[in-house]
């Protein structure tokens, strides 16, 4: 069956550390693969997208992440955190027919 | 107004009452989602519109019943709820089909009494 799961519930950083959020997925072929996040009572936005090509992706806000297909992985990471990162972050797949399935999240913690 | 919009933001109902939720987007996108995002769950997926007809319902109970009279326009249409149901409730558009990234709107806080 097809998912996605992020393995960290919950991740606590300190301001100006490095961050790196996991998020593994399970689909027969490449996935399209997203990266959202979501501020306390507010919507999706999206971070950045993968489809094909270049294996790293750059997005808004100075995130980035590595698709790596042996791994099966698409995690995030950002090299200096600020207070405003702190919020909710989702990984999602779809497949070219199939719906977005989105992991469980995980909460970022930002300590000053 | 642009992007994808919801009203209301926030609503209290109690389990007779009869409401609706509304989303609207203003991108020219012809596909439009609910999701509902409860407390420690993953986003649930509700329903799928493309081209104003309903391409996907995943198994919800009859009391949520979903309305798209056009592709801008989508609603939620409550009735009988139970208090489960009290979550954030979320609507998304894309260019089309769900493999295209998707525009969220800033949700509707429910909760049911």
């Known amino acids: 069956a097809q998912s996605v799961t992020q393995p960290d519930i919950h991740i606590t950083v300190s301001e100006g550390a490095s961050l790196e959020l996991r998020c593994n997925y399970s689909?027969?072929?490449?996935?399209?693969l997203f990266w959202y996040v979501q501020s306390p009572g507010q919507g999706l936005q999206l971070l950045l997208k993968?489809?094909?090509?270049?294996?790293l992706v750059q997005g808004i806000k100075g995130f980035e992440a590595e698709f790596k297909r042996s791994q099966s992985s698409f995690n995030l990471r950002k090299p200096s955190v600020h207070w405003s990162d702190a919020a909710e972050y989702f990984c999602g797949g779809s497949s070219n027919t199939g719906k977005l399935i989105f992991g469980q999240g995980t909460t970022l913690q930002v300590k000053p | 107004e642009t992007g994808v919009t919801q009203t209301p933001r926030h609503l209290v109902m109690g389990m007779t009452n009869k409401k609706s939720l509304k989303c609207e987007q203003h991108?020219?996108?012809?596909?439009m989602y609910w999701y509902k995002q409860s407390a420690k769950k993953p986003l649930e997926l509700m329903f799928v519109y493309n081209f104003k007809e309903q391409t996907e319902n995943n198994s919800v109970p009859s009391r949520f019943s979903p309305e798209c009279p056009n592709s801008s326009h989508l609603f939620l249409h409550l009735h009988t709820l139970q208090p489960e149901d009290s979550a954030l409730y979320l609507c998304?558009?894309?260019?089309?089909?769900?493999?295209?990234?998707?525009?969220f709107g800033p949700g509707t806080r429910l909760t049911v009494l």
């Open positions: 993968y489809f094909s090509g270049d294996t």
């Open positions: 689909y027969g072929a490449t996935p399209y």
């Open positions: 991108l020219g996108h012809n596909a």
């Open positions: 998304a558009s894309s260019p089309e089909g769900q493999d295209n990234e998707q525009f």
